[in-house]
């Protein structure tokens, strides 16, 4: 039996010479940690501009079904994780007033969405959604209660409500074992410090703050903004403001609401996307409306690995598709 004592032996020998590798030599006898000997881990996030549900888009989806919207890019937003985009107007069971309005008119301005929205963007893997935004309270505060009500019931998750302080407009996710923090910018939600109405991240801006406290945790910072000005390049204003994001700790900075893809930047090896355009709307009068960006962003546990741009088409049959192959970016 002492052939077999000394197999034994040999193994433990192996095994305690394989998990002490990498470790420094006075302290041999201490394991490497698992998730070193592991691959480690990755989530990939699809994010994507502004989502609208009411008028022409409305429409289209009482006549073919609420799926027809995406039949065009379904397995697109299925291939990350989850998707995030910003929710351009409540979820309510009032009657839509924008439907059939006269363009121009105050009503075909005025949104909200089929209370089937919720659950049409959980099929479609859109599991987290920007509330901080010009049309979020189309309807009020009962508009936006409704809102937050059915995404709750269907599974979605927000941030940016309007209805709460700067510190709970953050919401927290644990993904792999990855903290995130999602923060939210918006020009039409006050926030809380006159330094702030200025624009520029001077000391005192509450969101500038409250990302420095995210980042201070250990946590990624994706900071989802809704500025600027619709149709034309960003503003010497927003570039402040995100600069001011990067240097509080913001992992990586991207917008909504001019409805035109807007410009990209690298600061401080930090990605900037300025805006992100339309991901459905009933825009087609010229081209930049048109086209809207998705980006699939990967994330390790120290912030961003890889960004694709994938351009897309805002179609007049009312549904979104592909424009172009995407690019990737790997940092």
């Known amino acids: 039996m002492e052939w077999i004592a000394g197999i034994l032996a040999g193994l433990v020998a192996f095994f305690a010479a394989f998990f002490s590798f990498g470790a420094p030599a006075e302290s041999g006898d201490r394991p490497l940690p698992l998730p070193v000997l592991l691959a480690p881990p990755e989530v990939e996030i699809l994010f994507g501009g502004d989502m609208m549900f009411d008028r022409a888009i409305r429409i289209a989806a009482e006549e073919h079904g609420d799926d027809y919207l995406f039949s065009c890019i379904a397995e697109t937003l299925r291939s990350a994780d989850f998707v995030v985009a910003n929710l351009e107007g409540p979820i309510t069971s009032f009657n839509s007033m924008s439907a059939g309005s006269t363009v121009g008119t105050p009503e075909n301005f005025t ?12 099929r479609h893997n859109i599991r987290l959604v920007n509330l901080g935004n010009n049309h ?51 020009d039409w939600i006050p926030i809380g410090k006159p330094s702030a109405s200025n624009g520029a991240g001077e000391l005192g801006n509450s969101v500038v703050e409250q990302i420095g406290t995210e980042a201070g945790l250990g946590r990624i910072v994706v900071v989802y903004t809704h500025w600027g000005e619709e149709y034309v390049p960003p503003t ?12 509080a700790g913001a992992e990586i900075v991207i917008g909504s609401h001019p409805h035109i893809v807007q410009e990209h ?11 992100l355009g339309n991901f459905v709307f009933d825009q087609y009068w010229m081209e930049s409306v048109r086209e809207g960006l998705l980006l699939k962003v990967t994330f ?12 897309i088409e805002l179609k007049r049959d009312r549904t979104v598709c592909l424009r172009n192959p995407p690019v990737s970016e790997t940092l």
Do not use: C
Not at 111 to 122: D, I
Not at 236 to 245: I, P, Q, T, V
């Open 111 to 122: 949104f909200t969405f089929p209370t089937s929205t919720a659950e049409l963007l959980y």
């Open 136 to 186: 979020i309270l189309n309807f009020g505060r009962e508009g936006l209660l409704q809102t937050k009500d059915w995404l709750e019931r269907a599974g979605v998750d927000y941030f940016g409500d309007p209805d709460v302080g700067e510190s709970e407009r953050v919401t927290r996710l644990m993904l792999r074992g990855i903290p995130f923090s999602f923060v939210n910018w918006s």
């Open 236 to 247: 010497e204003r927003m570039k402040r403001l995100a600069h001011d994001f990067v240097d």
């Open 265 to 275: 930047e690298v600061f401080k090896d930090k990605h900037i996307y300025y805006s």
């Open 300 to 311: 390790g546990g120290k912030g961003v690995i890889d960004v694709q741009e994938i351009p």
